[in-house]
């Protein structure tokens, strides 16, 4: 019984943590602008490879 209450709580406080981290994380982002939209490279023309088993863009 001891053993599941301590997992419960390591588990709690990873969680904790990981939720933490990821607030930290998404603080740094920025909206993305229009200059960053020109710098995304585009995938187009798809094509079947002749394997058949994958797809390839041009």
Same mark, same amino acid.
Do not use: Y
């Given at each position: 019984? #001891? %053993?599941? &209450?301590?997992?419960?709580?390591?588990?709690? /406080?990873?969680?904790?943590?990981?939720?933490?981290?990821?607030?930290? *994380?998404?603080?740094? #982002? %920025?909206? &993305?602008?229009?200059?960053?939209?020109?710098? /995304?490279?585009?995938?187009?023309?798809?094509?079947?490879?002749?394997? *058949?088993?994958?797809?390839?863009?041009?």
């Amino acid at each position: 019984m #001891l %053993r599941s &209450l301590v997992r419960g709580r390591c588990a709690a /406080l990873c969680v904790t943590f990981i939720a933490l981290a990821a607030a930290a *994380a998404a603080a740094d #982002l %920025r909206p &993305l602008s229009l200059d960053d939209m020109f710098k /995304l490279k585009r995938v187009s023309d798809p094509q079947i490879s002749p394997m *058949a088993a994958t797809s390839s863009t041009s």
